[in-house]
């Protein structure tokens, strides 16, 4: 049922949202998978909803139900989420990426279950780079030369050679996307917990921002900042 805002600052707008993370198959059992548990995607797409946006929900594997009110999509692969993304993006106003998506699938899938074998030697996974889907998305929509508005979500870990925020920035310019929501990932931190703590990157340079708090308080940030960047509300 539409929520609070139904009236609603996104009204008439349709918004894409990918959510969960994207499983590659190895053999007809196994896949290669990631962390992703989608509570992220779904406070976003509940938050769309109930601003009175027309959600398209793009869903890999997730471990929460998706959400009502919104058109969903059942994907697996990267390859079959870029095939839904770049179909719902075509008519869409805002698009925005937080599904986990595998950098990288197996060269080969097996047609039948892997075996182990005393007479060979063990596997040895061969990985192939999957197409990046949100550079691919502002590709269209820069060659389209509509005012759609692409959202990342970057998952960041810091190291020797940089800070999150280095890092994030590195990302920004080399994707393209208008904002980017950067959150600092560890093994227990974000991936699959109900809290999150974000700061959303522009492409313009204005201050980073930052939100935090429950995975709807984060959404309810970005989908402020979302009518923000549309003119739908006043700052
Ligand atoms: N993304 C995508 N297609 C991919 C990989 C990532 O669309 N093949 C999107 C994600 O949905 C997210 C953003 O790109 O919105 C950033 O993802 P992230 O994994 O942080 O960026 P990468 O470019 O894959 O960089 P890294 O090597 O740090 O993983
Ligand atoms: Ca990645």
Known sequence: APGPDAAGRL???????????TREPLDPVRFLGNR?????????????RDAGA???FLAAHMEVPAPDGVE????????????????????????????AVADFRPADVSGTKIKKR??????????????????????V??????????????????????DVLEYAQAKLRRKGCDLLVVNHVGRDLVFGQDTNSVVI????G??????SGSKSDVAAAVIDRISVELNRVVP
Request: glycine residues 8%.
């Open 11 to 21: 009204a008439g707008l349709t918004m894409t949202i990918s959510a969960g993370g």
């Open 206 to 211: 204005s201050e980073p921002q930052e939100a």
């Open 72 to 99: 969903v999509v059942l994907v697996e692969t990267a390859l079959e989420l870029r095939a839904a993304a770049l179909h719902a993006a075509a008519d869409s106003d805002v698009v925005i990426m937080a599904a």
């Open 54 to 56: 027309k959600v398209r």
């Open 36 to 48: 992703s548990s989608g509570k992220q995607g779904v406070a976003l797409a509940l938050a769309a």
């Open 118 to 139: 005393d007479d060979a030697a063990d596997p040895v996974i061969a990985l192939v780079r999957n197409p990046d889907i949100l550079q691919e998305l502002v590709e």
């Open 201 to 204: 990157l522009s492409r313009t």
């Open 141 to 162: 929509r820069d060659a389209a030369s509509h005012g759609q508005l692409i959202i990342g979500f970057a998952a960041e870990t810091g190291d020797a050679e940089g």
